[in-house]
C-alpha cells in the first residue's frame, strides 16, 4: 500500500502561484500514473492533471491547461503540481492519486490539500 502526503497548500492571490508536492510512502511509485484532482465546496471531484511513469507523458484538464505543471522527482518518491496564474476559480481541495499498473484505476488517495485564491 502507498501513502500519499501532499503538502504546499495555501492562500494567494489571484495571478498568483503555488507547487503542491504530493510524497509518496511505503513503496516507489516509479511505474505508477499519477493523477491530481480537485474538490470544490458543492462541487464533484474533478482531474486536473495526470503524469505517466515517464515524465514526459502528461494530461491537463482544459481549464488549467498552459497554467499548471505536473512533475515528478524519482529519487524522492515524490510528484508535484506547479500552478500559475492561478483564478479563484481554482480554490479547491487538491488529491494526489496513485495508479500501479496494470492502471485500472487510482487505489490510493492523499488526505488533501487546501488551495485558496483570493480575487
Known amino acids: 500500500q502507498v501513502l500519499l502526503v501532499e503538502s504546499g497548500g495555501g492562500l494567494v492571490q489571484a495571478g498568483g502561484s503555488l507547487k503542491l508536492s504530493c510524497a509518496a510512502s511505503g513503496r516507489t511509485i516509479s511505474s505508477y500514473l499519477m493523477g491530481w484532482f480537485r474538490q470544490a465546496p458543492g462541487k464533484e471531484r474533478e482531474f486536473v492533471a495526470r503524469?505517466?511513469?515517464?515524465?514526459?507523458?502528461?494530461s491537463y484538464a482544459d481549464s488549467v491547461q498552459g497554467r499548471f505543471t505536473s512533475s515528478r522527482d524519482g529519487a524522492k518518491n515524490t510528484v508535484y503540481l506547479q500552478m500559475n496564474s492561478l483564478k479563484p476559480e481554482d480554490t479547491a481541495v487538491y488529491y494526489c492519486?496513485?495508479?500501479?499498473?496494470?492502471?485500472?484505476?487510482?487505489?490510493?488517495w492523499g488526505q488533501g490539500a487546501q488551495v485558496n485564491v483570493s480575487s
Open positions: 503524469i505517466g511513469w515517464s515524465a514526459g507523458s502528461t
Open positions: 492519486a496513485a495508479d500501479p499498473p496494470p492502471y485500472q484505476e487510482y487505489e490510493c
